[in-house]
Every structure is written in structure tokens, then in C-alpha cells.
């Protein structure tokens, strides 16, 4: 036992369990010397071990030693308490356990002697019996073999009169197998006279049964059960099975075509009364159409559906029962005998595909018609439980005959009229569209009564109250707001109709045959890419228009849908396309249209849209421009005495521009301006020719030194793009019309030749001009610019260039 400092219980412990239940003795331990103070060696020696200890530990040490070995000891005993315990009950368990064993063998014991016991009685008593019936054994095998062949012959000389009875009782079956036990027998023994007669007897009762079988089986009032019956009892009397198969499907063809007969009836009834109530089913307008997509009549309601529950509950089930009867007779049914090797289902097979194929495609043809008709863009829902039932119906076909091309082609004709129908709304949507731009036309038209009594239009500007009575004209961001937003409600609406092709209780909503294909190329690219294209397209059309005044296209349209088709642009199409996404779970595996690509499209007609606003508005300031200099005689006109009213129609006109296109586009950027903007003064001087010309030193020298100068000024001037592209912003637009307006202005001095005080008038009107368009451009040394050209092409071209005193021109112009 260990007693060191050093020692561990609970390792004792453990060597004492594993040695106690280990099943063999420990292995050797390793050879080394012995160790006779090892506490746990065998060679352990008391007295060497208490020597030690005296001689190596104090008197403390020894206390403590002592201590500790009384404590091992006692932990040693509680723990040999314990196994003997648990040993104790182990061994109490087992003796019980034993003690029932020898109770239960003992009784099994007695039980197997007495089986014992009576099986020898049985065999003994087993082989007594055989002793005995040896003898008679042979004797009663010959008798029973002697009685089973009179039998035979008694059935046989029955037979014609069983048959006979089964004839007249129309127990068509059991005749049937009476004959077909029998047969095999007359046949084999046919050259004797006897069997001969009753064979002759049996083929001309048969001959009459199988004559009533086949009159049955042309009798058009025969149920399927008898029909089946009879076909089957035909068979075993070997009747050709593909004679038998045509007789099948042409009584069958017969009846199907009797509902194929009703469905277009009441087709070309339905066709009537569309034509007849066409007005009052179908609105005068699409857009009433959509407007009203919600409402449509409880006739046309109903039609598309009863067409296609009256087919499937006629026509597609009764031709399922066919084809399950069909089968049942000749596919499916065990071949025996002669008729396995006739391959009658391989042929009988091909047969119904032919037949099925056939009547389907003419089903088919009625579908498809009745579909077409459904050409309004109201309530979707009828529709789509009219194809959900059509498509789950025909899924019953499918299951029935597999491999038949039924189920795929009606899987086509449910593809086809979604596909139809989203045509349909993309056609409706855009014809909303077009009236929808129709309705702000005559709104933008229609002349409002103002509070000074004045007719506006056009959006023009109201900068009073309106008139007790009278409606008050909606503003352009007003119309806009309306478009947009009509437009975008449209769409959702189509959207929410079209939803239901894809909802989960439709059994082809979820395959991958429709939704993929449905959701990607119809939805997504064939109606809502294609409205976006059109509306980016349409509007782009209107920048085609010929003419100087951007013929029937009111500018101030033009502005609108270049507004709308930036909001597009910015924000309006992802949001749609977001949202379709999102409703369709549309998933861009094939190649779709990108958002980026839409955005620049709409972009690109905006830019074209307001490019062709700036242009058109330029050209009709232009117009009164060129007119007003080519109707006047500039060198007989009299001394000025104010503005002419065409420059103060420019004035108003270019103001009501910057107040139409402000409502719709922010301000932009301008450069500082000047602090005497207001004030520039405009002189035959204003350039360093007209300096040169009109200097006291004039040599007939100056005009050559004039031209020159004036071309060496122009390459260091700044060059103006006057159609060059606007920007999105209201100076920009106001920028480009005034610069188109003032280049119009300039070619027209220069065609003309002025006198004193043409020139003059040409002062004051550009000095007009300066005081009120500087503030309408983005840079006002552009407006300068311009003028300065004007006035100095018309002193260039002047007989008598006299200029007026710059504060006459001022009193002139502030006088108005």
C-alpha cells in the first residue's frame, strides 16, 4: 500500500477494479530489480521500509505519514465495503436467475418427452394404415381416372345443348368458356364420327352466338361495359383484333363527333350574338376600355367559361373513358394463346394514337376559335380559369396515354393565348396612351378666360385669379402629374390582370414551360420594355414633323414629353421595372432588356424632344423677326420715335417661354452678371471696325482695313453653336431659343440695305432687346455679342450711318 507523498487514491482504486474483473491474469510486469521499501511491490519489506523512514523524516514528517496511511487505510476499506456490496446483490441476482432457469428447462423437458411420446404413435399407427390400403390403392386410381374421363364425355354430349341453353339465355360469356374447354378435345379427336357430330354441332351454335355478339356490337345503344364485353368474347372466338379495333373507335368516333357538333354550335351562336351586341360589349375607345377594365357584361362573362367547362365535361371525358376501354380491350389485357403471338397491342396502340390525334386536333380548332373572340381587355380572371381548367383537364390524357402530342398541344394553345392577350394589353396601353397625349392637346388648345379678358392657351401665363364661372386651366405641371400618373396606374392595373396567369392555385402558372418564357419575354419585354419603347418612340416621332413652325406639334407638348420622358429616365422606369420584377419574380437568365438601356433610350428622346422645343420656338420668334425686316423699307422709313411692337412681341413671348419652361425645369446656372446689364449702349462704334470707319482720319483705304480688322476680331471671338444641344434646365432652353432668335435677326440685317434712320431703328430696337433678354441667357455677353453683330451689319450696310445719341435711345426705349 502506498503511504508517500506522492501516492493517488483513486489509481489504486483503479488497479484494484481492472484486476478484480479482468478475465485473465495481468501481464507480466517488466523485469527490474526488487524494490523491497515499494509499499505496492511484492518484495515489499516492513521493517527496511520503517527503517527508512526513521532514519530519512523527522518527528513531524512521521506524524504526518502516520496521518495519511490512517486515511488511505480507512478509504481502502470503504471502498472493499462497497464492492462486496454491489457484489453481494449481483450474485443474489444471479442464483435467482438460475434457479428460474432450471424450473423452466425442467418443464420444457417434460413437454418434449410426451411430443416425443405421441409422435411414435403417429408414426406407427400412419404405417399400420398403409399396410392395409396397398392393395386397393391401384384399384381406386384406375376407378377415379375412369370417372373423371365419363365426365368428360358427358360434357362433351351435352355441350350443343348447353350451348343452345346459354343462346337463349344471352349468357354470352359462359357459352364462350364452355366452348373453349371443350374445343381442344373435338379437335384432337375429330376423325371419329361421334365427336365429329358434335363438333359440327358447336360451330353452328357458335357461329350464331358470335353473329349476335358482333350485331350487339354495332348497335348504337350498347353501354361501355357490354360494348367491353362483347369485344372480349369476340376476341376469344379469334376474331381479327384490327377489324375488331376500327369497328371500336369508329362507334366511338361517332358519338365524340356528336359533341364536337354541339361545341361549334354554340360557337357560331356565341359568334352571332358578339356581332350583334359588338357595341355594347366593346367600348367606343381602348383607353374607355381600360378605364373601365373592371367592368364588362354578365353575357361575355360566362361564355369562355361554360364553352370550356361544356367541352371538357363532354368531349375530353368521354373521350378519356374511350381511351380507357380502348386499352383495357386490346393494350392492356393478358395475351394468351394464339393471340400473344399476333402483337395486337403494338397495333391496336397505334391505332388509338391516330385516333385520339385526330379528334383532338379538331377539338383543338374550336378552342382556338373561341379564345380569339376573347379579344376585350376587361376582366382576366374568366379567361384564365377557362385555360387552368383546359390545361388540368387534358393532363388526364396525358396520364392516360403517354406520349401522346394532345397535352403538349394544349400546352400551346394555353402559351398562344397568353401570348395574345398580352398583345392585347400592350395594344390597349398604348392606344391610352395616344389619347391620353390627344386629351392634353385639346387641353393645352382650349381657350381660358383670364381676369384681364385676355384668351390664353397653350399653357400660357396666368397671373391672375380666374374668373368667377370659369374653370381655371390646369397648369403643365398639373398635366403632367396627370399623364404620368394615369399612365403608371394603367400599367399597374395591366400588371394586376396579367398577374393572374401566374397565381399558385394554376396548375400552369408554376411550370417551367409557361412561367419562365410568360414572365421574362411576355410580361417584362412584350408588354412593359415595348409600352416604354413606344412611349420614347412616339414622342420622338413628334421631332419629325416638317415645316418652319415644327408643323401641328405644339410646342409646348413637345416640352411635356421631354419633361416626361426625363422623369422616365431618372426614376419612372426602374420603378416599373422593379415592381415587375418583383410581382413576376421575373428571373434574367436569357438576355433581357438592362434598365441602363431603357434609361438612355428615354434620355435620348428627351434630349431630341427638347432640342426640337428650343428649335421650334426659335423659328416662330424668328418668323416675326425675318417678316417684320423683310416687309419694311429701311431706307425711306421715318426718324423713330419708339420700339416697333414686333420687338415688344418678342419680348412678351420669350418671357412667356421662360414661364412655361420654368414650371417644368429647375433655373440652371448663370454667369455673374454685370452690374449695369440694363444699361449697355449699342452705336455703330460698339466693334473696332465701325471704329475704324467712321474715325476723323477716313482714307479711302479704311473699308479694306476695316474688313480686315473685323475678320481678325472674329478669330479671337468666341465661336456660337446655335443649335447646339440644350441642357435640362430652364436657361439652357431660354439660351438656345433667344440665340436662334438673334441669328435669324443678324442674317436678315445683312440682306438688307438701311438709310439713316433705318439704322437708327435698328439702335433702339436692339438696345429693347439688351434691356430684357440679357436676363433670360446663361451668359449675357452672348446677348451682347449678337446685338453688337446686328447693329453693326446694318451700319455696315448703311447709306448714311448716322447713329442716334445714346440718351434719345434710352428716353425712347424706357418710354416703351
Not at 358427358?154 to 355441350?159: D, H, K, V
Not at 399612365?487 to 414551360?513: E, G
Request: charged content about 25%; overall charge neutral; some cysteine.
Amino acid at each position: 500500500m502506498e503511504v508517500d507523498s506522492g501516492s493517488s487514491s483513486p489509481g489504486r482504486k483503479r488497479r484494484l477494479l481492472r484486476l478484480y474483473y479482468s478475465s485473465g491474469p495481468e501481464p507480466p510486469p517488466q523485469q527490474q530489480e526488487p524494490e523491497p521499501c515499494d509499499i505496492n511491490g511484492a518484495h515489499f519489506d516492513p521493517e527496511i521500509y520503517l527503517n527508512k523512514l526513521r532514519k530519512e523524516c523527522s518527528l513531524a514528517e512521521l506524524m504526518d505519514q502516520e496521518s495519511c496511511m490512517v486515511k488511505q487505510i480507512r478509504s481502502l476499506d470503504s471502498d472493499m465495503q462497497t464492492l462486496v456490496y454491489e457484489n453481494y446483490n449481483k450474485f443474489i441476482s444471479a442464483t435467482d436467475t438460475i434457479r428460474k432457469m432450471k424450473n423452466d428447462f425442467k418443464k420444457m423437458e417434460d413437454e418434449m418427452d410426451c411430443l416425443s411420446t405421441n409422435m411414435s404413435a403417429i408414426t406407427e399407427f400412419s404405417a399400420r394404415i398403409s399396410g392395409t390400403l396397398q392393395d386397393q390403392h391401384t384399384q381406386i386410381t384406375k376407378l377415379s381416372g375412369v370417372h373423371t374421363l365419363l365426365r368428360k364425355l358427358q360434357f362433351l354430349f351435352e355441350l350443343p345443348a348447353r350451348l343452345n341453353k346459354c343462346l337463349e339465355l344471352q349468357a354470352y360469356a359462359q357459352a364462350v368458356s364452355s366452348h373453349r374447354r371443350a374445343r381442344c378435345v373435338l379437335q384432337q379427336y375429330s376423325h371419329m364420327p361421334s365427336f365429329r357430330g358434335i363438333q359440327d354441332d358447336c360451330h353452328a351454335i357458335m357461329e350464331r352466338l358470335a353473329h349476335q355478339l358482333r350485331q350487339k356490337f354495332r348497335d348504337g345503344g350498347t353501354s361501355a361495359k357490354e360494348l367491353s364485353e362483347c369485344v372480349e368474347l369476340l376476341l376469344q372466338l379469334e376474331e381479327p383484333a384490327e377489324e375488331l379495333c376500327d369497328k371500336f373507335l369508329s362507334h366511338a368516333q361517332t358519338r365524340l363527333e356528336e359533341d364536337l357538333r354541339s361545341l361549334e354550335a354554340e360557337l357560331k351562336d356565341s359568334t352571332v350574338t358578339n356581332v350583334s351586341g359588338d357595341s355594347a360589349r366593346n367600348p367606343s375607345s381602348p383607353s374607355e376600355t381600360l378605364m373601365s377594365i373592371h367592368l364588362i357584361s354578365p353575357a361575355s362573362r360566362a361564355d369562355i367559361l361554360e364553352f370550356i367547362d361544356r367541352g371538357c365535361n363532354e368531349f375530353v371525358s368521354n373521350l378519356c373513358l374511350v381511351i380507357a376501354s380502348y386499352q383495357e380491350l386490346f393494350i392492356n389485357r393478358p395475351q394468351e394463346g394464339n393471340l400473344a403471338f399476333k402483337n395486337i397491342p403494338q397495333m391496336a396502340n397505334s391505332k388509338l394514337h391516330l385516333f385520339v390525334d385526330s379528334l383532338a386536333s379538331k377539338y383543338f380548332s374550336l378552342v382556338e376559335r373561341r379564345i380569339q373572340e376573347e379579344k376585350g381587355v376587361g376582366d382576366n380572371s374568366l379567361l384564365v380559369r377557362a385555360l387552368d381548367r383546359f390545361h388540368r383537364r387534358l393532363q388526364a390524357v396525358s396520364k392516360l396515354l403517354p406520349g401522346s402530342a394532345v397535352p403538349s398541344q394544349g400546352t400551346e394553345i394555353v402559351i398562344q393565348a397568353a401570348r395574345e392577350r398580352i398583345k392585347q394589353y400592350l395594344s390597349a396601353l398604348q392606344s391610352f396612351y395616344l389619347e391620353s397625349l390627344t386629351d392634353i392637346r385639346q387641353a393645352l388648345a382650349a381657350p381660358r378666360l383670364s381676369v384681364g379678358g385676355t384668351n390664353t392657351a397653350g399653357g400660357g401665363v396666368h397671373t391672375g385669379a380666374c374668373t368667377p364661372g370659369k374653370e381655371a386651366p390646369p397648369s403643365l405641371p398639373e398635366l403632367l402629374s396627370s399623364l404620368s400618373n394615369s399612365i403608371l396606374n394603367q400599367i399597374k392595373s395591366v400588371l394586376a390582370s396579367v398577374h393572374l396567369f401566374t397565381t399558385k392555385d394554376i396548375t400552369f402558372s408554376n411550370k417551367p414551360y409557361f412561367r419562365g418564357e410568360f414572365c421574362s419575354h411576355g410580361v417584362r419585354e412584350g408588354l412593359v420594355v415595348s409600352f416604354i419603347k413606344f412611349i420614347c418612340q412616339s414622342s420622338r416621332n413628334f421631332c419629325e414633323s416638317a415645316g418652319d413652325r415644327g408643323g401641328s406639334t405644339p410646342p409646348v407638348l413637345l416640352l411635356l414629353l421631354s419633361r416626361l420622358c426625363l422623369d422616365y429616365e431618372t426614376s419612372t422606369i426602374s420603378y416599373i421595372l422593379t415592381l415587375t420584377d418583383e410581382q413576376f419574380l421575373v428571373m434574367h437568365q436569357s438576355p433581357v432588356t438592362a434598365v441602363t438601356a431603357l434609361c438612355e433610350e428615354a434620355r435620348e428622346a428627351a434630349q431630341k424632344l427638347l432640342n426640337h422645343y428650343v428649335k421650334v420656338q426659335g423659328l416662330i420668334i424668328s418668323q416675326m423677326l425675318r417678316k417684320s425686316v423683310e416687309t419694311r423699307d429701311w431706307v425711306n422709313t421715318i426718324e423713330p420715335r419708339n420700339v416697333r411692337a414686333v420687338m415688344k412681341r418678342v419680348v412678351e413671348d420669350t418671357t412667356s417661354i421662360d414661364v412655361q419652361v420654368g414650371l417644368l425645369y429647375e433655373e440652371g446656372v448663370r454667369k455673374a452678371h454685370s452690374s449695369d446689364s440694363s444699361k449697355r449702349t449699342f452705336s455703330v462704334y460698339s466693334s473696332s471696325r465701325q471704329q475704324i470707319r467712321y474715325a476723323p482720319s477716313y482714307t479711302p483705304s479704311a473699308p479694306m482695313d476695316t474688313n480686315l480688322l473685323s475678320n481678325i476680331h472674329k478669330l479671337f471671338s468666341e465661336r456660337i453653336d446655335i443649335f447646339s444641344p440644350v441642357e435640362f434646365n430652364k436657361v439652357s432652353v431660354l439660351t438656345g431659343i433667344i440665340k436662334i432668335s438673334l441669328k435669324t435677326f443678324l442674317e436678315c440685317v445683312r440682306l438688307r440695305t438701311f438709310g439713316r434712320y433705318g439704322l437708327q431703328q435698328i439702335q433702339v430696337d436692339c438696345h429693347y432687346l439688351q434691356m430684357y433678354l440679357w436676363r433670360f441667357v446663361s451668359d449675357e455677353n452672348l446677348v451682347h455679342f449678337l446685338l453688337d453683330e446686328i447693329v453693326g451689319s446694318a451700319a455696315h450696310r448703311c447709306l448714311d450711318p448716322s447713329p442716334m445719341e445714346q440718351s434719345v435711345i434710352e428716353v425712347i426705349c424706357e418710354r416703351g
